[in-house]
């Protein structure tokens, strides 16, 4: 009985960003394109990104990058089953330009959160 209310309090005691995947803050777009989608993620300094599959599972090739304006990119990218990322950026009054891609499908959102 201890053991289980042990481990009840453990799955308790996760962080508010796991459900996201690991991108904290609020969900502000949603990028779909035919295999998966772009999700972007903001709190009040930071821009953050992540690409997940429609059909998880199947091991294949994903990528999210995401670059604020006057910035470099920032990538993710390989052979995953569920989703590339998250990355992020400092994103204080900067506008950010996000890419996704799943197998052949992928996205671009032009500039954003401006």
């Keep these: 009985m201890t053991l289980s209310l042990g481990a009840a309090g453990l799955l308790a005691a996760q962080p508010a960003y796991a459900a996201s995947g690991g991108c904290a803050g609020s969900l502000v777009r949603t990028l779909p394109f035919s295999t998966g989608e ?3 993620y903001k709190t009040r300094d930071r821009a953050c990104a992540m ?61 954003i959160l401006c």
């Design 51 to 111: 690409t997940v599959a429609r059909t998880p599972g199947q091991r294949r090739e994903m990528s999210v990058s995401i670059q604020p304006r006057g910035g470099f990119p920032v990538r993710d990218a390989g052979r995953f089953t569920r989703y590339a990322g998250p990355v992020s950026v400092h994103a204080i009054s900067r506008c950010v330009y996000v890419k996704g891609s799943v197998g052949a499908g992928s996205v671009d959102s032009g500039w």
């Design 38 to 40: 772009v999700r972007v």
